[in-house]
Structures are given as C-alpha cells and as structure tokens.
C-alpha cells in the first residue's frame, strides 16, 4: 500500500488537504471516498485512517481529507454542514479526473454521513453509499435534519452501520427513518456498541468487513 497527499481546492477556493490509500494489488476500480466526522467537535481525517487502511490493504483505493476548517484545510467550518458538500464534491470531481475509477462509494461517520448523504446525488460516479452512525436522532437533527432528505430519496444502494447503544440514535429511531427511504436499503447493527466506539480503532477492522461485502455486491 502506498499512501500519497495532495491539496484539492473547492469550488468557492477552500484549499483541502486529501490523502490518497493506492492498494498495491487492487481487486477493483472503485474509490471509496471518507468523510470524517464533525470538524466542530474535532472530527479530522485522521480519525479514518485506519478504516482507509484497512480498505486499501483489502484491494480497495481510499481517500480521506479535511473539510474546510479541519486539520490542514484552509476555510471555516459551518455548523450545519452544507458549506461542506462542495468539498465531497470537489474530492470526487479529483477522484474522477486522477483516477478515472468505474465508480466511487461515498463513506461517512457521525456528521460525515448527512453531509455525505446530500453529496451523494450531486455526483454522477457515486455508486454507493455507507453511513457510520449517522445522526437521525431528534438532537441531533436540529443541525443535520435537513441533509435526511438527500438520502432517503436517493435510489442509490445504501447502508447503514450503527452501534445499538449510540447515543444519538435509537435503533427504533433508524427503523423508522428507513422505512421512506428509496433504493435498496441495508443496515447493520453492532449490538451493545455505543456512537463514539464506532469513531475509534477498535472497530475499524470490523466496519472494513462490512464495507468490503457490501462493495462486492455492487
């Protein structure tokens, strides 16, 4: 595996600092493109990056970067997360342009997956989708309750991984938001596993099992 930097601007001029994870023996031409959680409460790429590891030593290319306002990004962060769409739009539109892959799965954890939600039809290459603990909760949805739309609308195949015991979001909570979504749609529950457990390395070997099955069926 041979891991590479580079700087992305966005399309309003926000400089993104992105890292590229090349598989040495790729089993497929998809990218799966990771989107870190909340830069307001410290989310950075750097909390992916053994997930993107983990991908690429499976055979699979990953990228992971800063959104604006995190790590070595330039810009500010905004509080709701939609500033931050373009920036998963400008990652892809690089992602695109370097690598030509035959498609790209948009990844994100916590905040990182509404804000990948709503980037995911904007992106013509985007495949697939996998959601981390994405925040459906009734508190969390005064920040990210308009992104739900996105995603649920999408006809995009999906899945959602989430710990049984996250704090942000029930279960029942997850059902029923699932239940108007469009497309194929697949959960999977990591029974007794609160929210942040899943942004921690414990289980990122995990997460990459379900991801790579998933990915497979595409």
């Known amino acids: 595996m041979a891991t590479e930097s580079m700087t992305v601007k966005s399309r309003d001029g926000v400089k993104l600092n992105a890292k590229l994870f090349r598989p040495k023996d790729p089993m497929s031409n998809l990218v799966v493109v990771l989107v870190h959680p909340f830069t307001v409460l410290g989310g950075f790429q750097g909390l992916l990056r053994g997930i993107a590891v983990g991908l690429a030593q499976r055979g699979l290319f990953a990228v992971t970067f800063d959104m604006r306002g995190a790590g070595c990004s330039s810009g500010r962060a905004s509080l709701t997360g939609f500033a931050e769409i373009q920036d998963v739009v400008a990652i892809c539109k690089w992602v695109s342009d370097m690598i030509s892959p ?28 996998v959601s981390v603990g994405y ?9 990210f309750g308009r992104h739900h739309e996105s995603i649920l609308r999408s006809i995009k195949p999906k899945l959602f991984i989430m710990g049984t015991k996250d704090g942000f979001t029930s279960v ?47």
Do not use: C, W
């Not at 799965?105 to 495949?127: F, T």
């Not at 108007?180 to 995990?206: I, N």
């Open 102 to 129: 035959r498609g790209i799965v948009l990844m994100g954890s916590s905040a990182g997956a509404p804000i990948a939600g709503s980037a995911v039809d904007k992106i013509e290459q985007v495949v697939g989708y």
């Open 172 to 218: 029942k909570q997850l059902e029923n938001k699932l239940k108007s979504a469009s497309g194929r749609v697949e959960t999977h529950l990591l029974e007794g596993v609160g929210h942040f457990q899943m942004e921690g390395p414990a289980y990122d070997a995990h997460v990459v099992d379900i991801v790579i099955n998933f990915i497979q069926s595409l």
């Open 135 to 143: 925040p459906f909760g009734l508190v969390a949805s005064i920040l």
